[in-house]
């Protein structure tokens, strides 16, 4: 084997790429880099972040790792300008260098305020700033909500200012608002404070409305109320919000999505709640005013009822000329009574001089009564003749059919035992015991060995119209 001609020293691929990233790493340990977000597709499957950073002249590749993704999410936007925090590295695998950020803001306001302008139309669109979503701040609330930092100053001014004005009850629900998760504990606040139980007689009553409240700051400090989940939460609030975050030319998505813009924390404290002073000075006016108004209404009601009367007639007046119909009347009233009754009785008596005699008038009728009542008679004495008539055939001829006709002629009539009528002898023979018939009663009998009769006692009871004949007939053969 041939000797090399050089004394360079020779490295695997692996470990010239060890070195170069050693190399980078120390070089560039901790470094700032400004440039465009490029390439922005979200988080991928692992939870990293991987997208690259440009300029006007170069690109370099850029990750976050899944811890800090969470924390830097909110400043990841396709072509906005950053700058990044981090370190510098290599990535041996396709020989590329790539920046490893820790900490990621953006490149200055004008990249704010374009990404503010740019979500402002987005949730415009969705219609969260419409007026008609606007609700009226209550005149005169019981209870007021507030959400921001309790160790801060807000807080005390807006207390101290509500004690001036008109001493209420006050929710503070503490939040911060400022930093790594402000935002989530501000909407956390609203939708916590729209969540109490309504009515006075709760321990913690649901606030009649509710001040979002934070000193002024700088449009990064200012950031955790332009992120969509504060704006979405004010926006759904049922209890009217007023957002005072900043000074008066301080300017935040709350604020458009809220029902009332306070320039400042004690401006809503103002907004919130009437001075009582004012307002017991207001009711005392309107009161004096009312009653001014009452006594000038009285008096010209009495002005006007004098007047009235002056011109009224008195009461004797008024009454005269009735009073002397009264007794005008009063006067004619009894002739002319006496008139009518004699009037009365005149005709009376023509009447009845007019009329025919009771007796005339009578006879006539008492005459057709008495003729029809002895036709009534004499027609009911012929009907019950006839019936009578008629009962006599029909029971004679009952007696000339009946079979006791045939019995009195000499004839009898014989029965089994059972009530069977016995017409011949075969059906005697058969028969155990006999009733025999005759005209005057009935009695029993019955065959014996040699066809001769014996008595029987009868089964029947005898006739009512035979139990007086001499009590009862002895036996046939007697």
């Known amino acids: 084997m041939a000797e090399p001609l050089s004394n360079l020293p020779e490295f695997s691929v692996s470990e010239i790429s060890q070195v170069i990233k050693r190399t980078m790493e120390e070089t560039f340990p901790r470094v700032r880099l400004r440039g465009e ?26 990750i976050i790792w899944r811890g800090n993704f969470k924390r830097l999410e909110k400043w990841l936007d396709e072509g906005l300008e950053v700058v990044a925090t981090g370190k510098v590295t290599t990535y041996p695998a396709r020989s590329g260098y790539q920046i490893v ?22 949730l415009a669109a969705e219609g969260l700033f419409d007026d ?19 160790t801060g100053a807000v807080i005390r001014d807006i207390l101290h200012r509500m004690a001036d004005r008109f001493p209420v009850r006050v929710l503070v629900w503490p939040a911060r608002v400022q930093g790594e998760g402000a935002a989530e504990e501000v909407a956390q606040a ?13 321990a913690l009553p649901r606030p009649d409305v509710i001040i979002v409240a934070r000193g002024g700051g700088s449009l990064e400090d200012l950031w955790a109320f332009n992120e969509e989940v504060v704006v979405r939460a004010a926006a759904a609030s049922a209890v009217p919000l007023i957002s005072a975050v900043g000074h008066e030319t301080d300017t935040t998505l709350i604020d458009f999505a809220s029902d009332r813009r306070a320039p400042t924390p004690t401006a809503a404290a103002e907004m919130a709640l009437p001075v009582r002073a004012e307002l017991l000075a207001t009711v005392e006016e309107l ?9 000038r209404a009285l008096e010209e009601k009495r002005t006007a009822l004098r ?10 007046d008024l009454l005269a000329v009735p009073r002397q119909r009264l007794d005008t009347a009063t006067t004619r009233l009894a002739p002319a009574l006496h008139r009518s009754l004699r009037e009365r009785e005149r005709t009376l008596t023509a009447l009845h001089r007019a009329m ?36 006599e055939r029909s029971r004679r001829l009952l007696a000339t059919l009946g079979h006791r006709a045939t019995l009195a ?11 069977g009528l016995i017409s011949n002898v075969k059906a005697a023979r058969r028969a155990v015991a006999f009733d025999i018939e005759f005209a005057d009663g009935r009695v029993g009998a019955s065959l014996t060995d040699g066809d001769a009769p014996a008595t029987i006692k009868p089964k029947r009871k005898p006739r009512s119209d035979d139990t007086g004949r001499g009590g009862g007939q002895g036996s046939l053969f007697d």
Do not use: M
Not at 190 to 202: E, K, Q, V
Not at 287 to 295: E, P
């Open 307 to 316: 007047a009235a009367a002056r011109g009224v007639p008195r009461l004797e």
């Open 190 to 202: 609203i939708a916590g404070l729209n969540a109490l139980p309504a009515g006075d007689g709760n």
């Open 101 to 122: 950020i820790d900490d990621l803001e953006p490149a200055g306001v004008g990249a704010l305020l374009a990404q503010l302008e740019e979500r402002r139309k987005k």
């Open 356 to 391: 025919p005699r009771l007796d005339r008038i009578t006879e006539l009728p008492r005459r057709r009564l008495e003729e029809l009542r002895g036709r009534l008679a004499r027609a009911a004495r012929a009907d019950a003749q006839r019936r009578a008539d008629r009962l």
């Open 409 to 419: 002629r000499g004839f009898a009539l014989v029965r089994d035992a059972d009530g």
């Open 132 to 150: 008609d979503r606007k609700q009226a701040i209550p005149f005169l609330p019981r209870t007021i909500g507030v959400v921001t930092s309790p």
């Open 287 to 295: 009161g004096a005013r009312g009653r001014r108004r009452l006594s």
């Open 37 to 62: 977000i490029s390439g922005y597709r979200g988080p991928h499957a692992s939870g990293h972040c991987y997208f690259g950073l440009k300029d006007e002249n170069a690109k370099i590749d850029a």
